[in-house]
C-alpha cells in the first residue's frame, strides 16, 4: 500500500524566470466569503488582487438557490435562530462565534442591499421570509424564488470589478502558495497568458467546495478542493473533514446535469414521495421533510433500496401558490424534460452540496500559518458544527469574510518571495494515465464509500486506492491545469477517508453503518488534520468542549 505522500508544492518555481505581481492581499476565490473579504481589505486602503478560477457567475455562491439566513421578522429571535443552529450542529458547534455570527444577520443582508441585491418582499414591504429543513421559523431571505445565489453573484462581482483598489482576474488557476521564513507570501497561478507568480502580504483563500470528488452533487464543475488541498500543502491544520452536508434533493434523470431543487421548496409544503406515491418522512422526524438535511437524506437512500429505486419523488402539486411563479428556475429547468412541476412530481435523490470541514481558523478567518487566512466554504470556524443549517452559509461568508478582510489588511506586509521551489521529484518510469477514467473511478468510489453511509471496511478500501491514484498521478508529473485539479481532488479525498476512518461513531453529516450510535463521551470533539514531514496525513483531536478552542 502507498501511503499519501503529498509534496508542499505540485511545480517549481524559479523567481528569475517567471513574471511576478504584486498586491497587498490576494484572494483566491470570488464567491460570497472571497468578495466580502476583497472588499473589505480594499476598503482599508490596501491594493487586491481577487483571482477566480472560473468566470464569476460560475462561483458556488452563484449556484445558491435558497437565500441568507436572518432574523428578520419581529416573531422572531436570535435566540431561536442560535438554538435551530446548535440543534442541527450535533453538539460540536461554536456557540459562542454562532451567536456572534447570527446576530450580525440583518447586518450582512443590509450590505447586500447596499450593493444593490433586490431580495423577495411583499406588497406592503415586507421580506418574504421562506423555511427551510432544521429552522423552527421562516426566516431566509431570498431573490427572485429560487435565484438568490444569482442575484448575489450579481451585485458582489459588479462592486468587485468596479472598486479601485481591486485588480480581478477570472479563469486563473492557483497552483501552488508559495512561503518564505514560515509565512506565506504568494502564489504560483496559471493564466490565460501563462504561468506568473503573485507576491502578497497576505493570502486568503475562499475556494472551498468540493463536491465534485462525489459522483452526485449540487457543485458547478470548478468545485474541486483547491483551497483546501493548497492550505494542506502549504502546511495549514485542517479539521471536520470527514463532514460532508449531501442536499436531500437534486434532480435526477439519468444522463442530465443534476440541479439543486431547494429546500425552500419543501418550506413551501412539497411532499416526498416514493415510486408508489407514499409519503415516508412522516414518522421518522417530527419536522418530516423539513428535518435537518441528514435525516432526510439518509431517508431518500433507504427509501430508494426499500422500494428498488434510482430516484424518489418531490410533489408540488398541493402548494398554494402557483410553482411556476414561485420557482421560477426550477420550473424552467424542468420543463426542459418535461416536467409540469404544478402536477408532475419531480425525481429527486440525494447529491454532496457542502463540505464543513476545511482549514481551521479563529473568527477572523486566520490559519495556523502566518499570513494565510481562509473563509466561507474553505474553512473549518466550527459554526456549523456536524451539520449546517440550512442557508446559514451564505451569512457566514458576508459577515467573516468581511471580518477577514479587514483582518487580513492589518496583516498585510512586505513580502519576499522565495528564489526557487522545487516540484515533485521526476520518477524513472512515470506511469502513462487516462485522466478522465481515474475522475470517474474517483468520484464513484467516493460515492459509495465516503458517501452517506460509510463503514470501516469500506473506508480503508477506499484510503488504499485513493492513495495509490495519487501516487500515480504524481508520478506521471501532471503539468497543466487538469492535472493540477486532480490531484487536490485525490487529496482532499484522502483528507475526508481518513478522518471519516478514525471517527468511530455518528454525529450529524457523518453517519457509520458500524457505529450507528453518537457517543459524546469519546467524541464530542473536533479531528484536526495535518501534513508531517513526510508528506503524509497526520491525525490529531481536538478539545472536548470546543468553545474552549481558541483557534
Not at 463532514?243 to 436531500?248: G, N, S
Not at 418522512?281 to 422500494?307: K, N, Y
Not at 486532480?486 to 478522518?499: E, F, G, H, I, K
Amino acid at each position: 500500500m502507498h501511503a499519501l505522500h503529498s509534496p508542499p508544492h505540485l511545480g517549481s518555481f524559479d523567481s528569475r524566470k517567471t513574471p511576478v505581481l504584486k498586491t497587498d492581499v490576494l484572494v483566491i476565490g470570488a464567491g460570497i466569503a472571497g468578495a466580502a473579504a476583497a472588499l473589505s481589505a480594499a476598503d482599508q486602503g490596501k491594493s487586491v488582487l481577487c483571482l477566480s478560477k472560473t468566470a464569476f457567475e460560475e462561483t458556488n455562491t452563484a449556484y445558491a438557490q435558497g437565500g441568507v439566513a436572518a432574523v428578520l421578522d419581529a416573531e422572531d429571535s436570535p435566540q431561536s435562530h442560535l438554538a435551530d443552529t446548535l440543534a442541527v450542529g450535533g453538539g460540536i458547534a461554536d456557540a459562542e462565534l454562532a451567536k456572534s455570527i447570527l446576530e450580525r444577520g440583518p447586518e450582512a443582508v443590509a450590505w447586500l442591499e447596499a450593493l444593490g441585491a433586490s431580495f423577495d418582499r411583499d406588497a406592503a414591504g415586507s421580506y418574504l421570509l421562506g423555511r427551510e429543513g432544521g429552522h423552527s421559523r421562516s426566516r431566509v431571505v431570498h431573490a427572485n424564488g429560487d435565484a438568490t445565489g444569482i442575484e448575489i453573484q450579481r451585485v458582489l462581482s459588479a462592486a468587485l470589478m468596479a472598486h479601485t483598489q481591486i485588480t480581478c482576474m477570472t479563469h486563473t488557476f492557483v497552483r501552488d502558495l508559495l512561503s518564505s521564513a514560515d509565512r506565506c507570501v504568494g502564489a504560483v497561478i496559471l493564466t490565460e497568458r501563462g504561468e506568473m507568480a503573485v507576491e502578497a502580504g497576505a493570502v486568503i483563500l475562499a475556494a472551498g467546495g468540493a463536491g465534485q470528488v462525489y459522483r452526485e452533487t449540487t457543485n458547478p464543475i470548478g468545485a474541486c478542493g483547491d483551497g483546501v488541498a493548497l492550505a494542506f500543502r502549504a502546511g495549514a491544520t485542517l479539521a471536520d473533514m470527514e463532514f460532508v452536508q449531501f442536499h436531500p434533493t437534486t434532480l435526477y434523470i439519468a444522463g442530465a446535469s443534476r440541479f439543486l431543487i431547494t429546500e425552500v421548496v419543501r418550506g413551501a409544503g412539497a411532499k416526498l414521495r416514493d415510486r408508489e406515491g407514499k409519503r415516508f418522512m412522516e414518522g421518522l422526524h417530527p419536522l418530516a421533510e423539513l428535518a435537518p438535511r441528514d435525516v432526510v437524506s439518509r431517508a431518500i437512500l433507504q427509501r430508494m433500496v426499500d422500494t428498488d429505486d434510482t430516484h424518489v419523488y418531490l410533489d408540488l402539486s398541493g402548494l398554494d401558490r402557483d410553482p411556476h411563479q414561485q420557482f421560477p428556475s426550477i420550473s424552467r429547468i424542468c420543463r426542459a424534460f418535461d416536467i409540469d412541476i404544478a402536477k408532475d412530481p419531480i425525481p429527486v435523490r440525494p447529491g454532496a452540496h457542502y463540505f464543513l470541514g476545511g482549514v481551521r481558523v479563529d473568527g477572523q478567518g486566520r490559519s495556523d500559518v502566518d499570513g494565510l487566512f481562509a473563509v466561507g466554504e474553505a474553512a473549518a470556524t466550527f459554526f456549523h458544527g456536524a451539520n449546517r443549517l440550512a442557508s446559514n452559509s451564505l451569512l457566514e461568508g458576508a459577515v467573516l469574510g468581511m471580518a477577514a478582510g479587514v483582518v487580513a489588511a492589518e496583516d498585510s506586509r512586505p513580502a519576499t518571495l522565495p528564489s526557487r521551489v522545487e516540484g515533485p521529484p521526476a520518477s524513472e518510469n512515470p506511469p502513462r494515465l487516462h485522466l478522465d477514467d481515474m475522475l470517474y473511478s474517483l468520484k464513484s468510489l467516493m460515492w459509495r464509500q465516503v458517501g452517506l453511509i460509510r463503514d470501516h471496511q469500506g473506508l480503508i478500501e477506499a484510503r488504499e486506492r485513493i492513495d495509490l491514484w495519487h501516487h500515480y498521478l504524481l508520478a506521471s508529473r501532471p503539468a497543466d491545469q487538469r492535472g493540477y485539479e486532480l490531484t487536490n481532488m485525490l487529496t482532499v479525498s484522502a483528507l475526508v477517508a481518513a478522518a471519516a476512518t478514525e471517527r468511530e461513531e455518528s454525529r450529524g453529516t457523518h453517519f457509520r453503518s458500524d457505529h450507528p450510535d453518537r457517543n459524546d463521551r469519546r467524541w464530542c470533539r473536533h479531528l484536526m488534520l495535518r501534513r508531517n514531514e513526510k508528506g503524509a496525513i497526520a491525525v490529531l483531536e481536538g478539545n472536548l468542549n470546543p468553545a474552549s478552542d481558541s483557534r
